[in-house]
């Protein structure tokens, strides 16, 4: 039988910085329908917008970066 090949692990800073811009491009965009499809009396503040942006970019980052580590620790040899 032909043996596999050995796994390539995955880089835990790149997956993080993966994770963080898809976290800010789906935080960016629900914010931005979230402004237009809310009527004007309900509108968020800057910051608050800021705010639920930046927590999910850095919930993107940390889950991919999570994920990328237990890769790595699963694809190791025993």
Known sequence: MSEKP??????AE???I???LGGF???G??????AFLSPSSELESFGQIVAE????TVGGGLLA????AIH???SRDP
């Open 6 to 11: 050995p796994r390539k692990a995955w880089d």
């Open 14 to 16: 790149a997956s993080a």
């Open 18 to 20: 993966v994770g963080a």
């Open 25 to 27: 491009i789906i935080g």
């Open 29 to 34: 965009t629900h914010e931005i329908s979230e």
């Open 53 to 56: 942006i930046s927590a999910v």
């Open 65 to 68: 970066a999570l994920i990328a």
């Open 72 to 74: 790595k620790r699963l």
